[in-house]
């Protein structure tokens, strides 16, 4: 017989039988998620789903975001490398992530982050858009040097 339990914030079942206890609702997710460029990114450049392109079908190509339109507005992940336009790169979407590049110098660690003004890069969040990240370390702006933890709003 077995009874549902909490041990450190993860759902784990104990079997009185063995005295062992197992995981629950325990799920892999991918942290990284492969998508095509709609435009040129560059590694550590914050993107968004581009849903005016539908040549791969739509959901599969990013663009960077920015927070001045509504189709750019929800960061979905940051860019791992430099991705040429048409070409299959790869999106970090959750865990801790060291290159991501920031709109300003004065936020705070623990601050919520979404698109910002500047295409790319992250800002303090806005209600207009859902955060994207948790800022750990700021870097400069502008430098792709930012740590961020990444929340994966998108759910992929």
């Given at each position: 017989?077995?009874?549902?339990?909490?041990v450190?914030?993860?759902?784990?079942?104990?079997?009185?039988?063995?005295?062992?206890?197992?995981?629950?609702?325990?799920?892999?997710?991918?942290?990284?998620?492969r998508?095509?460029?709609?435009?040129?990114?560059?590694?550590?450049?914050?993107?968004?789903?581009?849903?005016?392109?539908?040549?791969?079908?739509?959901?599969?190509?990013?663009?960077?975001?920015?927070?001045?339109?509504?189709?750019?507005?929800?960061?979905?992940?940051?860019?791992?490398?430099?991705?040429a336009?048409?070409?299959i790169?790869?999106i970090?979407?959750?865990?801790?992530?060291?290159?991501?590049?920031?709109?300003?110098?004065?936020?705070d660690?623990?601050?919520?982050?979404?698109?910002?003004?500047?295409?790319?890069?992250?800002?303090?969040?806005?209600?207009?858009?859902?955060?994207?990240?948790?800022?750990?370390?700021?870097?400069?702006?502008g430098?792709?040097?930012?740590t961020?933890?990444?929340?994966?709003?998108?759910?992929?």
């Amino acid at each position: 017989m077995s009874f549902p339990a909490k041990v450190d914030g993860f759902g784990t079942r104990l079997d009185t039988s063995t005295g062992r206890f197992d995981a629950v609702n325990h799920m892999d997710r991918p942290k990284f998620v492969r998508m095509f460029a709609s435009a040129p990114i560059s590694k550590g450049d914050a993107v968004c789903f581009d849903f005016t392109v539908s040549t791969n079908g739509l959901g599969n190509n990013v663009t960077k975001c920015a927070v001045g339109a509504a189709a750019t507005k929800q960061a979905i992940g940051i860019a791992a490398a430099d991705i040429a336009e048409d070409d299959i790169g790869l999106i970090q979407i959750q865990g801790l992530c060291t290159f991501a590049d920031i709109d300003d110098t004065a936020d705070d660690p623990g601050a919520l982050l979404a698109a910002g003004a500047t295409a790319g890069r992250l800002t303090l969040d806005v209600v207009a858009a859902l955060p994207v990240a948790i800022l750990v370390t700021e870097g400069t702006a502008g430098s792709k040097n930012s740590t961020v933890y990444l929340l994966n709003p998108a759910n992929l």
